[in-house]
């Protein structure tokens, strides 16, 4: 009897030990199947957090709070939302929300004081797979594009700055120039922002007003390491916006 019960035992451990690293592994396998499109039933994709409000760090019960009232909001309208993990200078909880509009993503991430959130939609190639196209959204205002988004071995080597489901990493690159798909409209010139270098134009007036209210922002120690990356990245975006407006009015 003692033996028979062992045995038992013994195979459902082993039964429970697979079926949890098989869950593990398609819990990481369904995120990714989703970003790359592969889900027929899924034609758009968020990823939102309510922690760490205006770039300030949270204290663990503050943000446990904030992501349970997203998560009740997310209920009240109908949408399903896969919990996942990530490291942005310090560790954050966010959510996969399959099917959410802009519009109700962007909202949110308005309400919950976030200074960005990540929305993508399906597009499909005449030949070929269908992809997402994610945005990368400040407040109503699409900062960035990407095709694309990583989940491969390489990526699992990352220490910092990437998402993660049951341990396995993904990210999307933004404000990575390998994955910018263009070189600047200049080839690379360096702009001076000395007001006496610039032309008299509203639109070049505007892009430097950015930059150098998102450089102060980037400086503020008081700030997340996450909302010091955004300003940065914002910085080197709209650096290139620069550019461009240059070439238009020389």
Known sequence: ????????????????????????????????????????????????????????????????????????????????????????????????IPNITREDISALGIKYGQEAVIWGSKKTEEVGEPYFTFEYIEGNDTIQTRDVSLGGSAVQGKEDFYSSKKGRKFYIPFFDDAYEGAKPADGGRSVSLRGDELPDDARVDEMVRKINSHVKLSLEESRTPKSRWHHRGLVKEYRKRLDEVLIEVN
């Open 1 to 96: 009897m003692t033996t028979s019960k062992t045995i038992r035992q013994y195979i459902r451990e082993v039964k429970s030990a697979k079926y949890m690293n098989l869950l593990n592994e398609s819990g990481y396998a369904r995120v990714r199947q989703m970003m790359m499109g592969l889900v027929p039933s899924i034609n758009t994709l968020g990823i939102l957090t309510a922690q760490n409000p205006g770039g300030e760090a949270g204290n663990a019960e503050e943000n446990r709070k904030a992501n349970a009232d997203l998560m009740a909001d997310l209920m009240a309208s109908n949408y399903g939302a896969i919990p996942i993990e990530g490291s942005y200078g310090s560790l954050e909880d966010s959510f996969l």
